[in-house]
């Protein structure tokens, strides 16, 4: 069992920047590909849009069209967590964003680490709202 806890959300204006963490419970969170998602007002959980993946050890990224550029997710695994950077943020980036958790035995695959249904292990998201 994983528990996954983000934390770092808010309200900024459009522009601003902030970093989202989730912190990871257990031994081997270094076995896990860890993504984020976020899911927009109205929208289901089975909506939730991909943000950005990480591989095991954070030698491999990828990354949403619509925030390439503008995020950076990395990883400690010594401290169990990842990170989302969020830079010029902007209205259409107001979600809730969950983190998840992956063993993705098959290996490292972009369509697979877009899936939600890929993942086995969520949390509870945290909230962030770009004003204009």
């Given amino acids: 069992q994983v528990q996954l806890v983000e934390s770092g959300g808010g309200l900024v204006q459009a522009g601003d920047s902030l970093r989202l963490s989730c912190a990871a ?14 899911q927009a007002p109205g929208k289901e959980r089975e909506e939730r849009d991909f943000v950005a993946a990480i591989s095991w050890r954070g030698g491999s990224t990828h990354y949403a069209d619509s925030v390439k550029g503008r995020f950076t997710i990395s990883r400690d695994n010594a401290k169990n967590t990842v990170y989302l950077q969020m830079n010029n943020l902007k209205p259409e980036d107001t979600a809730v964003y969950y983190c998840a958790a992956d063993r993705l035995e098959a290996g490292w695959a972009t369509d697979d680490v877009e899936t939600t249904s890929e993942y086995d292990y969520w949390g509870q998201g945290t909230q962030v709202t770009v004003s204009s």
């Avoid at 419970?25 to 896990?32: A, C, L, Q």
Wanted: glycine share 14%; charged share 15%; aromatic share 28%.
């Fill in 25 to 38: 419970s257990g031994r081997t969170f270094s076995s896990y590909v860890m993504g984020w998602f976020r």
